[in-house]
Nanobody
Framework: QVQLVESGGGLVQAGGSLRLSCAAS???????MGWFRQAPGKQRELVAEINSGGSTNYADSVKGRFAVSRDNANNTLYLQMNGLTPEDTAVYYC??????????????WGQGTQVIVSS
């Protein structure tokens, strides 16, 4: 497993942007990566994923607003979030896995970074 540390969260007004980063302790080149979020009282949900080949997939709620990318040379995952709304308020978690990221087995998790979007 790899150790993951997220950063970049904070308080932003509706319509604003944030860029989250996830630094990994190990080589992420062969791992599938993803960003999840968990709002108060809700289940953790997958919002964006990028596999080891660079293919991406997004939840319908963030399509066209969020962009996931990876820098394998620096073992870092990113999530660019634009057009933020109060509904995006959540703790955002980075995850890595040797399996498809939507599969619960084998995931490594970061500690999470809080995103708060004010109206």
């Amino acid at each position: 497993q790899v150790q993951l540390v997220e950063s970049g969260g904070g308080l932003v007004q509706a319509g604003g942007s944030l860029r989250l980063s996830c630094a990994a302790s190990g080589n992420i080149r062969i791992r599938n990566m993803g960003w999840f979020r968990q709002a108060p009282g809700k289940q953790r949900e997958l919002v964006a994923e990028i596999n080891s080949g660079g293919s991406t997939n997004y939840a319908d709620s963030v399509k066209g607003r969020f962009a996931v990318s990876r820098d394998n040379a620096n073992n870092t995952l990113y999530l660019q979030m634009n057009g933020l709304t109060p509904e995006d308020t959540a703790v955002y978690y980075c995850a890595a896995s040797p399996f498809p990221i939507a599969h619960p087995v084998g995931r490594s998790w970061g500690q999470g970074t809080q995103v708060i979007v004010s109206s």
